[in-house]
């Protein structure tokens, strides 16, 4: 009995010394402190508006650091032909290129050994895209739907393009250019001293008595517009919308220039409607809207430091 006693009071101050080293061992230890990398939350993948020209991310507004590190950052970019960027300290400016999207990869580290992480994020600029067809009552009207890429590899059914200067030097494809962009043109010119025209050829002669042309455009950007012809001296800079009889002048045709016009630049499409009763004479001929048979539009001067540059949709002719 005794030695089982003893045993048990052994047993009972064994226990009470493990446990008190447990207890010692608890709280003596500090708590395990490791640096940790960089971590990255909310940096979601960005949807841009054509037209926005440059887009800044702070990236410090998308990492933490456990210390509270300085981060350092690096980036890359998949497609230059999209956007291009830079990077100071933890911005990023993002510059407008063109429609498509475009990987980001940014790579952040608090200077550790292996804590560098990263996070890919995709960029989407968005296509640029024509005004709404037409939906008044159009006696013509061409909406350039469905094309794409120059106009000289897309001919319109029934839609002309041609370019020439005073001496002939120039391709029209060198002076300009006129690009569809799945619905819609986009008019370049830069090139003093030439001109480019686009124009429809009716089935014969169409009477407009009362009627208007019209037609939408987009991110109209130009030199001062003179109100003079290419063939002035000096050469003039203008852009004129046209109409002519189908013999070329037998019966009377009309012009109205965008010097006269007031256009303004928005991403947003604009509309212009003007009775064809309000243009001037055409190679001084009658202004008769009773014999029309060709429309277009004509464009000349520019250079290349300050083209003239707008896009076009829903050109034609509506009561
Ligand atoms: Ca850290
Ligand atoms: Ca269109």
């Not at 230890?29 to 841009?48: A, H, I, M, W």
Request: glycine share 10%; proline share 5%; net charge negative.
């Amino acid at each position: 009995m005794k030695r089982k006693k003893y045993l048990s009071q052994f047993v009972f101050l064994l226990s009470f010394i493990i446990v008190m080293i447990g207890c010692e061992k608890d709280s003596d230890d500090p708590p395990p402190v490791v640096n940790q990398p960089p971590v990255f939350s909310g940096l979601n993948d960005l949807t841009l508006s054509p037209g926005f020209e440059t887009h800044e991310i702070d990236f410090a507004n998308f990492v933490t650091d456990q210390e509270g590190e300085i981060i350092t950052y690096q980036v890359t970019n998949t497609d230059e032909t999209v956007i291009t960027i830079s990077l100071a300290g933890s911005v990023l400016t993002i510059t407008e290129v063109g429609p498509g999207s475009s990987d980001i990869t940014v790579t952040a580290t608090d200077g550790n050994e292996d804590h560098e992480v990263t996070e890919t994020f995709t960029v989407t600029v968005e296509a640029i895209t024509g005004a709404p067809d037409y939906s008044g009552n159009a006696a013509v009207m061409v909406d350039f739907n469905g094309l794409e890429g120059s106009v000289f590899d897309n001919p319109i059914p029934g839609w002309l393009f041609e370019g020439n200067t005073a001496d002939g030097e120039y391709n029209a494809t060198d002076i300009g250019s006129i690009m569809l962009e799945e619905d819609h043109l986009v008019i370049t010119h830069n090139v003093e001293v030439t001109y480019i025209w686009s124009e429809m050829e009716l089935d014969g002669n169409q009477d407009y008595t009362g009627k208007k042309f019209r037609f939408d455009y987009s991110f109209f950007t130009a030199p001062n517009l003179t109100g003079t012809h290419w063939e002035d001296d000096p050469p003039g800079v203008d852009i004129q919308i046209y109409f002519v009889d189908a013999e070329w002048g037998d019966i009377g045709g009309g012009q109205y220039r965008f010097s006269d016009m007031n256009l303004t630049y928005s991403a947003d499409w604009q509309a212009v409607e003007i009775p064809l009763s309000d243009f001037e004479s055409l190679w001084e001929l009658p202004v008769d809207p009773s014999a029309v048979g060709v429309i277009g539009i004509e464009v000349w001067g520019g250079t290349a430091s300050s083209p003239i540059s707008f896009r076009l949709d829903n050109f034609g002719i509506v009561d």
